[in-house]
Structures are given as C-alpha cells and as structure tokens.
C-alpha cells in the first residue's frame, strides 16, 4: 500500500474532524431531551472508522455496534438521516423505529447496526457470504469493540468466515472497556486476540487506533489481500472513548477509571495530532483548516435544523411493515 | 400431475424446485450433507447443485443463522435446517433479535428471505432434550411466520410459500409425520402461510389442532363419529399469522372447542386458540373449552412413562364426550407401551 | 419495623441479607459491581461481601449461566443479573435446556438453586432490541418459576423466597417499577412464589395485571370507579406457578376480565390468563375476556410511536367499559408524547 | 509424574475391558429393542476415559455428553444403574428419565452428562468455580468432542476459566467426526485447538487417545497443576469412534469414511494395543486376563439381568420432581 497523497491526507483529517465535530455537536444538544434515545459516542475512537473506511469501495459492505455513528459516518452514511433517526423523526434512517444504536444506510453499503453485543458480527459474515455466492469482489467489514469478542458467536463467527475464506474483515476496536468493566474482570491477562485469531487460521494483526494512517496502511493491505481471495483477516486497534460509555458526558469520576488514564489517551488524539502533523508538514494550512471546519459546521446545522423541522412518524404508520411483501422467487 | 409421495419426498421436492427455479436459494444445516440428508429431505442436493449450494456447517448455531441472515440482506435466499428444535434454541439470540426484527426496525427497507425448518423429536427415548415442541416461542415473536404443514401436500406447498416469502419463516416438521404419504402434485404451488384448513366437518364440537395431533384428532373423530358425535377438525397448519376467522367460525357452528398441540400446556399454542375463542366467540361457546396438551413437565425418556405423557386421540375424544355429557368410550388401557415409541411399527430405532 | 424504601433498595436489601444469612449465595452479572450497580440494586454489595460473592462477567451470557447452575450443584446459590432481559435470550440454551430441566431429567437427584433477575427495559427510545418483555417465554418453559413484583414490599419477599428456593427463578423487573417506594419490614421475609395478589376489590369486572400493568390497572380501577364502576384488580405477580384458583375466583364474582400485561398480545401471558379462566370459569363469564397487550410488533423507537404502542389505564379503561355497555370516558388526546417514554418527570435519560 | 506400576497398569488395562466389554454388550442387545433411547457408544475412546479418570480423586467432579458411558464407568459410575437407566427402568441413575444421553453419578462426583452439544462445558467450570468459591481442592474434568469446539460456550467456558483460573481440565476427544461431518466442512484446516486454548490465558497440550499411559501421564501433570493453582488446562486427544455415531452398528458403507481409515484407527486399539504391551513386559500374563474379562463378563450379565428384571417407573411417578423440594437458606 503506498503512503497517502496529500489530498487523500486531508481527506482523512477531514473525515475525523467531521465525525468530533458531529458527535461533540449531538453532545451539546443531548441535554435538551430531543434526542430521546440511548447514544454511544465515537469520541476518541474517529481514527479507526476513518482509516478504514478509506480503503473500502463504494460497493463494499459494512456493519456495526451500539456505537456506530463513527462507521455510519466514515462508509459515507447520511448525516441527515443520521440525526432525523436520533430525533426520532420519520427523516430517520429507519423512519424513527430505531434510534441511534439501529444506524442503516443501504445506499453506501451500511447495512446495519445493532446493539445486542456481538449481533451484527455473524451477520456482517453472511453478507460475505453472501458476496462469495454471488460471484462479487465486495469486500465486508465487521465493526465491532474489544469487548464483544469474548461472546460466543465472535469465535463462531470467525471459524466459519475461516473455514469459507470469506471476503470480511474483522475490525476490532479496543477501548479497554465494555461498559463500566475493565479488562481484568472479563479475561485472563494473556489472553490475546490476535492470537485467537490466528488460531482460527485468519490472519490478524494489531495496531495504533490513534494513528489513522497506521489504520489505513494495516487495514488497506488486509483489505486487498482479502478481496484478493486470501480469506478474512482480524485486525485490532487500541483506541480510547472518551465520554461515558452512553450518554453525552465524560465521566471519569464516578470510579471505574481514572482522570489520568483519560489523560494520557486523550494527549493521544486521533485528530488533533494528526491535525498537527499536516500543519507542521505543510500538507494543509490553518485557513484550509479553518475553511474545512467551517463547512462541516455548515453542514451539521443544516443537519440538525432538517431533523428538528422534520415530521414525527404518523402514529398510524406504526404497525406499517411487520412484514416485508413478497415478490415471489 | 399428482403423485403419492411422502412427507420427506415433498419437502425434498420442493426445495429441489425452488433452488431450480431461484440461484440464491441455498440449503444449510447440520447434517444436511450427510449420508442421512435430514431425515431423508436434502438427500441428493449437494450432487444436483453443488457443495457451494447446499452446506454441512460447523455446530454454531446462532452464529450460522446470522450468517443466513446477512446473506439474504444480500439478496440471498437461504434455508436452514436443525435436526432437532431443541437446537435452534442456541441460535434464538438471532432469530429473535435480528430476524424477526431486522424489516420493521430498519424502517422497512430490507426483509430477511430465510426459511428455518426445525424436528420435533419424539419417542424411542429422546428425551428431555430433544423431543421439544417450541413451536410457542416463535409464535409469540412478532415478525416470524410460524407453519407446521402435516400433510405432503402442504409440507411441499408450505415450503415453497416459505422460500418465496420475504420474511423469516419457521418450518416445524414433525418426525412422526415424514413417513406420511400422499398425493403431491408435481408442479410448483404454493400454500398460503396464513390459512387454517378444515379437514373434516362436523357440528358437534370444533377439534383444533396442530402438527402431528391433526392425526389423533382425525382418529378421535373417526371414533366419535361411531357414536354419533360428529366433531369438526381443523388444522392449524399456520401459528403465525394465525388464521382466526376459520376457527371462530368453526366454534361459532360447533359451540364446542377443543384444542390439541403438540406443545407444553401452559402458554402453549393451544393457550392462544383458547384467547381468540374466548375473546371472539365467546357467545357462541356451549361450555369451556379445553386443552390436550403435553404436561407441564420435560418429556421423559423411558417408553413408559413417554406413553402416558403423550396425548393421544382417546384424550381427545374423552375430552368431547365430557363437553357433549356423553359416557366415557370403553376402551382398553395400554398394554405394550413399546407400541407407542415409535412411529410405525416397522421403526427399530434410534433416530 | 417497615420503612419506606424503593423497589431497588429492596432488592438490595434482600440481596444483602441472603448473603449475610447464606455464604452460598453469590452474585454475578455485567456491571453488577459498577459504579451504577445495575440501577442501583447491588451497589455496596461487593464492599460488604468482597469481589469472589459479587462479581462483573465477560460478555458471555449463555456460558455464565452454565457456570451459575455448575456452581448451584455443588451447593452455592447464585444470582444472576441481566440489565435487560433481551440479553438473556443468548442464554435459553442454559437457561431451557438445562436449568429448568436438570431436576426433573436426572432422577430428582439434584435441584438447581438459581435466580436470574432479569430487567425489563421501557421509554428513552431503548428501541427493539432494548425493551423487550419476554415472561411469556420463561413462563412456558416447565421447571422455571417466574415471578414478577410490582411492590417494593414483594420485590424483596419474591426476591428472597427466590433465592432460598432450589429451583430456578425468573425474576423480572420493570425499570418504571424500580423507583417506586412503599412500606418494606426490616426482617427477612418471604412473599410466596405461587400466589396473586388481590390489590383492589371490586365487583364489576375483574382487571388482571402483570408487572408495570398493575399500576395502570389500579388507575383504571380509579378512573372506573369516578363513573360507579368497581373492578377488581389482580396482580399476577407469580406468573409460574400461576395462582389461577384466585384468578378463577375473582371472574366468578365479577364475571368479566380483561388482562393487561408488560408483553406482546399474540401467545403473550395474557393468552395463558384466558385460555385459564375460559375452561374453568366459562359459566361464570358474561361476555368475551379482553387483553390490553403490546401490539404485536417490535418496540419503535421514536417516543411518538412508543406512545402509541404502550396501552395504558385509558385503555384498560375502555375495555371494561365496553363490556359493560357504558358510554366511552371522555378524555383528551395524548399532547406531550416526550412526558410517556419516562417513567418520572425528572427523568433526563439515557437509562 | 512417575510411571504407573504394576497394578495400576493392570487397572488401566482393566478399566479398558471393562469399559469395550460393556459397550460390546449393550451393541450386541440393542436390536432386541428393550433399550429404547439413542446410544452414542464408545468404542475405541476407552484410552482417554480411563487414563483421565485414573488421575482424579473420588471427590473430583466430572462431565460430559452424549457420548458418556466411558466418562462415567471410569469416575466410577455404578454400571446398574447405567444399564438400568437404558432399559427405562426405575433403577436407572435417572429413574429412566433420562436414557443413555444423560448419565449422572453423584456419589463418586459424576455430575452429569447432557446431550446439547456443547452444554455440559460451562456447567462444568460452575462446579470448579464452586469448589474454589468453597475453597474445596477438587479438580472438575469437563469431557467432550472436538466438534464441540465449534459452538459459541467453548470459547466462553474456557474464558471464563481461565480468567478466575478455575480447577478444571478440559479434555478434548478429538475423533475427528461430529456426527457424520469431517473436520473439512467444519473449520479451517489451520484452525488449531490447542493454540485457540493457549491464546486465551490457559496451559494446553496434544496427546494420543490410543496410548493410555501419555493420557495418563499428561493428565497427571496437568491435573497436579490444576489442583496446585495452576490455572486451568485444555488437553486434546486424537482417537477415533469405532461404530456408528449413534446406534450399535458399523457404518463404514454408508460414504462419509472409509474402511481403509477405519481400519487404520483400529490397528492402533488403545485396548489390544495395551494388553499385548502388558502381556509382552510380563506385567499380567494370559490366565490374568482370562480371569479379569471372566469377572467383567459376570458383572456385566449380572447388571443385565438386573436391568431387565427392574420395574419400569410408575406412570403415577411421570409427574414428580418437576420441583426440587425447598428447604430454605
Ligand atoms: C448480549 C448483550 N449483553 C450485554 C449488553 C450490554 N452492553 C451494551 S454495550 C456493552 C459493551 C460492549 O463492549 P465493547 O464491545 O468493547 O464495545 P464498546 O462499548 O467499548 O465500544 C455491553 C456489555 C448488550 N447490549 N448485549
Ligand atoms: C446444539 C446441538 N447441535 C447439534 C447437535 C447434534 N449433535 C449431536 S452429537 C453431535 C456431534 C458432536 O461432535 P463431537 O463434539 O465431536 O462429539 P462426538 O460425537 O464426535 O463424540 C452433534 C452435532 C446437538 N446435540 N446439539
Ligand atoms: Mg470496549
Ligand atoms: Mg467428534
């Protein structure tokens, strides 16, 4: 994988800053109770979403979590639609049935997000599956926290993308928590992920999530190799979240985890430091910058003023599509 | 041109139909590759359509009935199969939370296209854990289709409704009704998933029944008939949606119910057959109407005690004499319980 | 002594005092020993009883709950605690197959001294996957007991007869129950798991209400009562075994019912309630039974639609006034739907 | 671990015949149709059963599945009561409510055997998460097959085991079949079971189920370790089910092996294997033998006989113990 162009660097800024600013925007806004659903941030997390996403075709399939703005936003997902769905409004992805852990756009291959730990990730292997019945060269990636691999049907999951060498690619982000919980009550200290992996007979590798052209560079070589037709890789990337586990706030005093260790991961940034590094190597300049942040305030306004005008669901839609109509065969 | 054929036959022969007729139809499953086929129904598959079409798979339930799932969001059709019921429990986590979910929730945009064909187990000792009868638990989940066929007719025409339907369909086939047999007809067709079928009338008392029990109740009603108490049956071949109005009105012309499930009593099916008469033709209804049902305890293994477990058609029969104040029909108590743990005397287990 | 406690300092409370009464019981679950300590209920308890009796989980439902009934046969009583019972369903395998069958398939050799506790979700968008209410399923499963308090004075008599049973229980919890507070003695005692409870008297029509429902039923009952008519409110709040000679007790009087339960219509535990009351009280009814359930879809999201699909004492209301022939209650039509997805108005969400 | 001597050399051996007579029997009287439930019989697994079971103490607990009878007759599981159980019959170690798929022994710590793939793993690690919470030094064995390794709770099991470093050893009888599907259709051929345990945190080892004495000296060391603190283990044996996979007879013909591996597996018999090793170190001689297999032939005629002449349970029984009786706290 050769290194990024300059364009292709400040898209990659470009894309964490549009999903910080989208989320710390949807942060500031939750207090007002309009969003009346449960929201998982990506804050801190923007690096792996984008680094990703980058190296996935339009056609390319990808599936998620309870905390799947990040992806929803990297795969191109509407932002409009995005936030109709938060507000509960009939503009929502789903028409307001879901909410924000049920984050779904067909159009650029998201094709869904689902809450109950570990749910998507069989799913997100059937439509590799799916793809390798079909003859296509589409390539799936499987979103998901570090948290989720130790249910069950993560390693079912994996065996079976093994045994069919399926076009997907695991993408594991590590944020040291599941909930409130730290590692050390959920498994063993030597337990390794990508040695688990492995073992499944995938290959796999570990990575910096703060450093998105680390994610790119990893996940663009996976990528190829897989949709090459060398069977389904894992990848793992550290990262941090930084506000609460769900909701808008941080919350590094209420006890599981500590100010300092919020800290250090945040010193890390994703965005600002790769910010940084743009401007220092000249690849992009403070008002490019400044230009940038301005257009996406642009866009999110227009965003948030969409989802507020917008309809409500007509109570007489509700039991509207129990069922799909079939067309026959 | 019809054909007699058995349960197993049909259910082969429509699979093989709709995978000629549809590339995205593919068969997976435990065993379904075997030298055993499930029970016969995917026997010769995998040699017409090839390994990619028709899969053994590793023992993951859940995780395989969401890789079904993914591939039919991609356009797929796929068929599942669990050689017993009881296994499929493993993968409710997916067919309760994504499947039956997955077309409302995302605002109707996509359907899951999957057909889940599970056995029900029973006799020669299969015990606690595999001779379930769930049929209950996916029928109370809003956005499955529930069916049961019985006859061959309607286990070839319930399946191919079922593979064409965008929605997932669960397929409950018993084990003491493959070997049943009769006319097939040779084309493709279709039964619809929501309909009742009546498959004897009678004004004297409505016997509703489910799966294997529509032939005990057939055999109750060939005897009640004897004594000149003319019972109408009615197969509810559909659990989800369930076809109401058939059965409202058979109650509101017999004025008498009894229900007979293959399932628990309590919160089983035949609990909801009771609600809708209840509800709906409670006016009509002469007296209470009642349930044969299994007990409220897991199935036992030994022959024994499986025969007085199992209701049977003299239950059925019993429970309508009492309705109409008939005297109860002579009969003789079970002599070789042997006789009763199998589903035709020729079978010399095990399954 | 009785204070005034809520619901969830009663579950504390008697959580608290099994475990000082028993160093067998111990307490597992995701986040049981968080900073929320699953809303509440077992904060504190691993200060008191140290990490080994009350400890956080990987995210592995279905193994857990083997290793919580492997500990229960070797002589420790587990409580196990899912923060909303959608998890629970990776669990059935566990929970159907083995905990409720173990006794009863190996001989009554060896009970299994379990309680799952299990949360139901409601309001703030929790969604499809978040809310569901699933007793139904548990309740149909023989071997499991199933119970589901309304009061904080049952919350911790169910809740402690729960663990000194040797069997498995359900227990499920509302999350609109959870700040409700009432009188709670200080002692240990035991709320029977098998017993109804009559919570108003009346003799128009019998309202029989599962969990969360028998707050709307008993302002029903009010509302009903303004207009000159008094119904009878049963709290089912063991739902297995049922109190069902109660419930056929109160129709006999009344000799109308209507049921109104947290799940879903079809096959849902109103289904159970008539399908009781239309065999053993059908002379005793004077016109159809009714439920007040969820419609059966999946819960939407966005509050407008959640308004729409939760019934409520209104609806309660006008069912038993239909039945009795009187004009429908005037009342004015929902505004502010933001003011139903929250149990409280100080609410300010996420849960 | 110090070599067996003698004796105990002859009690392997012994508990080998025991266990192939046993089976032999109960294949040679199925079709008469009295035992009326499916058996998965062990033929050609004794050597994994019974160099385990040699290593434990009678206070140690085990489990296992479907395919049981070896596990149980080894822990020393009353053969009556077996046999009575597969008869249907009310001295059976279930009252006949169970059949062959669920065994159970409580009084030499046989907790139990289940029949859904896959089920008994975690129940397992409960009753050694148990003995530590009691502070008890007993070791649990959790036996299975290697196609229970595909299902979801495997990997939840062995995580949770070793993440509170349980005293359990998980012993994997690899016999390359789930039902009638070879490993080919099941996972990745470098899908590695051995690696998959050790990536989780826990010491793991391969052996040969057809040699007695390395499961025996494997078993020891890990069982000793377990018992010490250790952690838990997973150990595999290779070893290969002789007759079909449920039922008394060969099937070899029906076209998922062939005879010519059969065969090959057969040649390494873990039974005639060890007895012509002890015959030819002089450790028994010919009379010995005749001896034992006469006295094992007694036992099992007179468990026979006493299983069909049992009464079958009470119909008037069907109905209790749905509910363990409760004595309070
Ligand atoms: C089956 C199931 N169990 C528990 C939960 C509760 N839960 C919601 S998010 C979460 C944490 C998952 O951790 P991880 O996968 O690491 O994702 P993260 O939130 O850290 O991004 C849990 C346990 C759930 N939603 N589903
Ligand atoms: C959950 C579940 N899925 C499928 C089955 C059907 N089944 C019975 S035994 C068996 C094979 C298990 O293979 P393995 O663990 O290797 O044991 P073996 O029979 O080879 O000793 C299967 C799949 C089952 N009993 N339970
Ligand atoms: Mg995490
Ligand atoms: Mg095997």
């Known amino acids: ?329 | 041109m019809s054909r007699d054929l058995t349960f197993t036959q049909a259910v082969r022969e429509a699979t093989d139909q709709c995978m000629a007729a549809d590339a995205g139809v593919y068969v997976m499953g435990l065993g379904v590759t075997d030298p055993k086929g499930i029970f016969g129904t995917t026997l010769g598959l995998e040699e017409k359509y090839g390994p990619e079409r028709v899969l053994d798979m590793p023992a993951s339930e859940n995780a395989m009935t969401g890789v079904a799932i993914g591939s039919a969001l991609v356009g797929m059709r796929p068929i599942m199969a669990h050689q017993r019921v009881d296994f499929a429990i493993l993968a409710l986590d997916q067919i309760i939370n994504n499947a039956a979910k997955w077309h409302y929730m995302f605002g109707g945009q996509c359907g899951v296209p999957i057909v889940i064909r599970l056995m029900i187990g029973r006799g020669w000792g299969q015990g606690p854990q595999h001779s379930q009868s769930l049929q209950a638990i996916f029928a109370h989940i809003p956005g499955l289709k529930v069916v049961m066929p019985v006859t061959p007719h309607d286990a070839k025409g319930l399946m191919i409704a079922a593979v064409e339907d965008d929605n997932p369909v669960i397929l409950l086939e018993h084990r003491w009704l493959h070997n049943l047999h009769g006319p097939v007809p040779e084309e493709m067709y279709r039964v619809p998933l929501d309909k009742a079928a009546v498959r004897r009338e009678g004004g004297d008392a409505t016997i509703a029944a489910t799966s294997y029990m529509t032939l005990e109740a057939l055999r109750a009603a060939d005897d009640l008939s004897r004594t000149g108490i003319e019972a109408e049956v009615v197969e509810v071949r559909s659990l989800k949606p369930i076809d109401a109005d058939l059965l409202v009105e058979s109650v509101a012309k017999t004025g008498r119910l009894v229900v007979a499930d293959t399932g628990w009593r309590t919160l089983g099916f035949s609990a909801e057959i009771l609600a809708i008469c209840a509800e709906r033709a409670h006016a009509h209804l002469k007296c209470g109407p009642r349930r044969v049902a299994l007990p409220d305890i897991p199935t036992p293994t030994s022959h024994v005690l499986a025969a007085a477990y199992y209701p049977r058609a003299a239950d059925i029969e019993d429970n309508v004499r009492e309705m109409l104040g008939a005297p109860p029909a002579e009969r003789e108590r079970d002599g070789d319980t042997t006789l009763l743990d199998v589903p035709d005397p020729d079978f010399t287990g095990p399954f």
């Open chain 1, 1 to 329: 994988m050769k290194t990024p162009g300059s364009e292709a660097r400040t898209r990659l800024l470009r894309g964490m800053m549009r999903i910080r600013l989208i989320e710390e925007a949807i942060a500031d806004r939750y207090a007002e109770q309009q969003m009346r659903c449960p929201v998982h941030l990506s804050i801190g997390q923007e690096g792996i979403a984008v680094g990703v996403c980058a190296t996935l075709r339009a056609g390319d399939y990808t599936m998620s979590t309870h905390r799947a703005h990040a992806h929803y936003l990297a795969k191109g997902g509407s932002l409009k639609a995005m936030l109709g769905e938060l507000y509960g409004k009939e503009t929502g992805c789903c028409g307001g049935r879901g909410g924000s852990m049920h984050l779904v756009d067909r159009s650029v291959g998201f094709l869904g997000a689902t809450p109950i730990v570990g749910s998507s990730l069989p799913v997100a292997v059937g439509t590799a599956f799916g793809s390798q019945l079909q003859g296509e060269d589409r390539v799936t990636v499987a979103f998901f926290g570090e948290g989720t691999t130790e249910e069950g049907v993560f390693a079912e999951s994996v065996n079976f993308a093994a045994l069919k060498r399926l076009p997907v690619v695991f993408v594991c982000e590590n944020n040291l928590y599941s909930v409130y919980s730290p590692p050390e009550v959920r498994f063993h200290p030597d337990r390794d992920r990508v040695a688990l992996a492995k073992a499944h007979g995938i290959a796999a590798g570990k990575g910096d999530g703060n450093d998105v052209e680390q994610v790119l560079a990893m996940t663009g070589e996976a990528v190829a190799a897989v949709r090459a037709g060398s069977g389904p890789a894992f990848l793992e990337f550290d990262t941090y979240r930084w506000r609460e586990h769900c909701g808008p706030n941080y919350d590094n005093d209420i006890g599981y985890r500590t100010e300092e260790e919020f800290l250090a991961w945040q010193a890390q940034c994703p965005v600002s430091g790769y910010r940084s590094l743009l401007l220092e190597q000249g690849v992009v300049d403070g008002a490019a910058l400044d230009g940038i942040e301005a257009e996406i305030g642009r866009e999110i306004e227009a965003a948030l003023a969409d989802a507020r005008q917008a309809s409500f669901p007509s109570v007489e839609s509700m039991a509207a599509d129990l069922y799909a109509e079939s067309g026959g065969l």
